[in-house]
């Protein structure tokens, strides 16, 4: 016999099933959902951008909707929709995630968590000036610096893995602060990455895997609770990430700050805009973690797929006749240009890209978006469209973006969707692919890469690399283990002086 409570309870499963089905019909498609759950026992865990592009793929639509405890997630996985939503219609479409945790750990002090209105838009425009009033030559200086360390790095140690890893951070923070770490353990670059994994960890990963997480960055009053109740750990958590967070933006500018007082500071964007930059903070701990995963990525294409390299390797031979690259050579290089666009195509480093939230109620392609969706780009869906790319888009083929006679194709799609759209594109894009452009270029010059492994030991097959599964970022499970001296270069890296003058002259202030 049915109990009233019972009664109750049932009524209230079949009353919240159909309304969330009818809400569902208006919705883009999407898995079934649970009535008060939605879809979090249903959400993929393990490489979810792949469930989502299969999903998208079943359902034979661009759009597909996901519930989490009352919040709509949509995932876009065609780019000329996310062009239409985020480009076209970026006024409803730049905002962001808001959330307790994040406030409590004033988050808001980087640009990139900032909530899309006046204040993101005057420090964006500050951040956008900082950078193009940098002058070429001063920030090409610290690149080639840290590139030409890298060298010297490479030639003498023997953990490439870490090596990699510095020179990520060694160039960004050269240019920002005019700081030069010496190694992977620098207290700059360990708080930049310390930082970066503990945003990870209660970020967007969190928000579609884990039910407190949810409930403790969505709940404003629990900000309120004492820290010692069972289940407000999270206020330590918070405080802690507050703390690293102010020492990771306070101590570098503190650094060039006294560098200037006492007349040794290098000419650095912190130093020649002091005043422009003390107020925004600086992205150099993203941009320092998304560097490591590209560079990281080039490294292990160019191990996994050494025809590429030694074609890579025969173009800059043709190009530079015994020398090693300067930025003079910049775009010169077209199979180069086509190996840098390859890595950030073949296994993005933000394979869900970032969360833009929908200020209003919207439409698209007959489908209601309720204001307050989380709209995600599957940047991996995009990058692996045959349609976009041309045939094998798993493999490593930097010959897609190139026309028979070997230069620039620009009738193919373009990979800047690596970087984000819209107004919250990236505004360090034209550093990163500098950046990465130097490095692949210098280290293929004077190196041949082999001997990638897993870490066990075992060489890696193209078809087994493991990535991670964190939505925010993608790291690799792998170690380089063979830089080899490539030509007659082992001499010059020897003697190579990474301060020498030709550098040190575009360093001036």
């Not at 999270?234 to 060039?256: I, Q």
């Not at 489908?367 to 888009?393: Q, R």
């Not at 170690?479 to 030509?487: A, E, R, S």
Request: aromatic letters at 10%; one cysteine or more.
């Amino acid at each position: 016999m049915l109990t009233p409570t019972l009664c109750v309870l049932i009524t209230l499963l079949v009353t919240s099933s159909f309304l969330l089905n009818r809400r569902r019909n208006a919705l883009p498609p999407g898995p079934l959902a649970l009535p008060f759950v939605g879809n979090i026992l249903n959400t993929p865990r393990k490489h979810p951008w792949k469930v989502y592009a299969k999903w998208s793929s079943d359902h034979r639509s661009d759009l597909i909707s996901l519930q989490t405890l009352g919040a709509t997630v949509i995932i876009i996985n065609d780019i000329e929709v996310v062009h239409e939503l985020f480009t076209r219609r970026a006024a409803l479409y730049s905002d962001r995630m808001s959330s307790t945790v994040f406030d409590m750990m004033n988050l808001s002090r980087l640009l990139v968590f900032q909530s899309y209105g006046q204040l993101w838009t005057r420090y964006r425009r500050l951040f956008k000036l900082g950078f193009e009033a940098d002058t070429h030559s001063t920030r090409h200086g610290h690149q080639l610096d840290a590139t030409r360390r890298l060298l010297r790095r490479l030639l003498t140690t023997s953990d490439h893995q870490k090596d990699i890893q510095l020179a990520a951070g060694d160039a960004i923070l050269s240019i920002i602060y005019g700081i030069k770490p010496t190694s992977g353990d620098d207290e700059y670059i360990t708080r930049a990455e310390e930082l970066v994994r503990f945003v990870a960890d209660i970020a967007l990963a969190g928000f579609l895997g884990n039910c407190h997480l949810i409930l403790k960055a969505t709940l404003p009053f629990l900000k309120l609770l004492p820290s010692w109740i069972p289940g407000a750990d999270f206020k330590n958590m918070t405080r802690r990430g507050a703390e690293l967070l102010d020492k990771t933006l306070r101590l570098p500018f503190e650094h060039v700050r006294e560098a200037m007082i006492k007349g040794t500071a290098v000419s650095s964007v912190c130093s020649r805009y002091m005043a422009l930059l003390d107020n925004i903070g600086t992205p150099d701990e993203e941009q320092i973690e998304d560097m490591k995963n590209i560079l990281g990525t080039a490294y292990l294409a160019m191990s996994l797929y050494p025809e590429v390299q030694k074609k890579a390797q025969d173009a800059l031979d043709s190009a530079l006749h015994g020398r090693l690259p300067e930025f003079s050579d910049y775009g010169k290089i077209p199979y180069i240009d086509a190996v840098v666009n390859e890595t950030l195509r073949w296994n993005p480093m933000l394979p869900m890209g970032g969360p833009h939230i929908l200020s209003k109620d919207d439409h698209y392609g007959g489908y209601f978006l309720p204001k307050g969706s989380i709209c995600l780009p599957n940047v991996w869906a995009i990058f692996h469209n045959e349609k976009l790319y041309g045939p094998n888009t798993d493999e490593f083929v930097p010959e897609r973006f190139l026309t028979a006679d070997g230069q620039l194709n620009a009738s193919v799609a373009s990979v800047d969707a690596a970087f984000g759209f819209g107004k919250r594109i990236c505004p360090g894009r034209v550093i990163a692919r500098e950046i990465l452009w130097i490095v692949i270029a210098s280290v293929l010059t004077a190196f041949d890469i082999r001997d990638a492994v897993d870490t066990k030991g075992q060489p890696l097959e193209c078809d087994k690399i493991e990535y991670s599964s964190g939505v925010l970022r993608l790291a690799f499970h792998y170690v380089l283990k063979g830089f080899h001296i490539h030509m007659s270069y082992a001499v010059k890296l020897l003697i190579l002086d990474a301060d020498s003058s030709s550098v040190q002259k575009c360093l001036q202030p």
